[in-house]
C-alpha cells in the first residue's frame, strides 16, 4: 500500500479468549474506512509528508462500515491477476532478512521481485522497480499499516511513472502493455494483527473509484480512494508467513482484464492480547509485457 492516506498510530484489538501464539483464521466480520467527499465539494488531496502550513493533512473524511472479510488461505489458485488483479504465491525463499537498510534491499530484495515477477507474470519481458515501503506496526515507526481502503496509482499515475522511471524508452513502452504491480509480504514472521485486506477486481466498479491528487514536496501524484459499494467482495490471506508474496494489481493498459485491486490493512478482532505487531515490505514495480 502507498501512503495514499495519512497513516494513523495503530493498536491492536485483543482477544482474552487466545493465547498470544493464535493466528486468526477463516471469515471474519470488521470494520474498513472508505472515502467520503470533501464536505466543501472541493478536488481529493492528501498531501504524503507535512502539509503547508493551515492546510489538513487531507481535505475528505471516511464511511467506516462493516464488512464480511473472506479468507483465500488453501484456495489460493482461485485467484489471479486477470481476474482479480491479485495472486498469492507461496514458498519463496530469500536472501534479504533484516529489512533494515535500503541500499541492501536494493542490492539483494529488488533483484528477487524481479526474476519473482518475470517468472510468474505471463507476458512479462521488462521490469523496472521504483520504490519500497517497510510499514511497523509500533508507535515510533515512521510508517505503519494504512486502515484506509485505496488503490496506489491511477490509469494517469500510472503513465506518469513509465515517463518519470523509463524516459528513454517511454514513448515505445506505451504502445505495449504496461502494469504496476506491487509484491507485499510480511518480515517478521507469521501475521496476527493488521492482515492486509483486498478487494476482487472484478467486483469493483470505476465508479467506486475516485481520483486523489497525491501530493509530495516536489511534483504531485494520483492515487484512488474508494467509495463503499455492498457489491464489492474482500479477501484476506490468513497467517501470511515470510515466503509468501502478494501480488498487487494498481493498473493494467489491457482492457478486459481485472485493473486495479482496493487494499487496505484491517483490525481483527480475533488478534489475541500480546500478538506481535505486523511488519510488511511492499515493492513496486512497473511490468511490461
Not at 519463496?92 to 518475470?118: A, G, M, R
Request: hydrophobic share 30%; glycine share 6%; proline share 8%.
Amino acid at each position: 500500500m502507498s501512503a495514499t492516506t495519512t497513516q494513523t498510530s495503530v493498536s491492536t484489538t485483543l482477544s482474552a479468549s487466545q493465547d498470544s501464539s493464535y493466528v486468526p483464521r477463516g471469515p471474519v466480520k470488521t470494520k474498513l474506512n472508505f472515502f467520503k467527499d470533501p464536505e466543501d465539494g472541493s478536488k481529493p488531496h492528501n498531501y504524503v509528508e507535512k502539509p503547508p502550513e493551515g492546510q489538513p493533512q487531507r481535505n475528505f473524511g471516511e464511511n467506516v462500515v462493516e464488512v464480511q472479510m473472506h479468507d483465500i488461505r488453501d484456495r489460493e489458485n482461485e485467484f489471479w491477476l486477470d481476474k482479480d488483479a491479485f495472486q498469492a504465491i507461496k514458498g519463496i525463499p530469500s536472501e534479504e532478512t533484516e529489512f533494515v537498510d535500503d541500499e541492501h534491499i536494493k542490492k539483494v530484495y529488488y533483484p528477487e521481485v524481479e526474476k519473482l515477477l518475470l517468472d510468474q507474470v505471463p507476458g512479462a519481458h521488462k521490469v523496472t522497480i521504483f520504490d519500497h515501503t517497510i510499514r511497523r506496526s509500533n508507535p515510533d515507526a515512521p510508517r505503519a499499516p494504512v486502515t484506509r481502503v485505496h488503490v496506489d496509482q491511477t490509469a494517469r499515475s500510472t503513465e506518469w511513472r513509465v515517463k518519470l522511471h523509463n524516459p528513454e524508452e517511454a514513448d515505445e513502452l506505451l504502445k505495449g502493455r504496461y502494469r504496476i504491480i506491487n509484491v507485499w509480504r510480511p518480515i517478521n514472521g507469521t501475521v496476527q494483527a493488521h492482515p492486509l485486506g483486498f478487494a476482487s477486481a472484478d467486483t469493483v466498479d470505476d465508479h467506486d473509484l475516485v481520483p486523489v491528487e497525491h501530493r509530495y514536496p516536489h511534483r504531485t501524484g494520483e492515487t484512488a480512494a474508494v467509495r463503499y459499494n455492498p457489491k464489492q467482495t474482500f479477501h484476506y490471506w490468513s497467517g501470511m508467513d515470510n515466503d509468501e508474496r502478494l501480488f498487487l494489481k494498481c493498473y493494467d493498459s489491457k482492457d478486459g482484464v481485472g485493473q486495479r485491486v482496493p487494499h487496505t490493512a484491517f483490525v481483527d478482532p480475533r488478534t489475541p492480547e500480546g500478538a506481535k505487531g505486523r511488519e510488511s515490505i511492499e515493492v513496486r514495480a512497473l511490468v511490461y509485457g
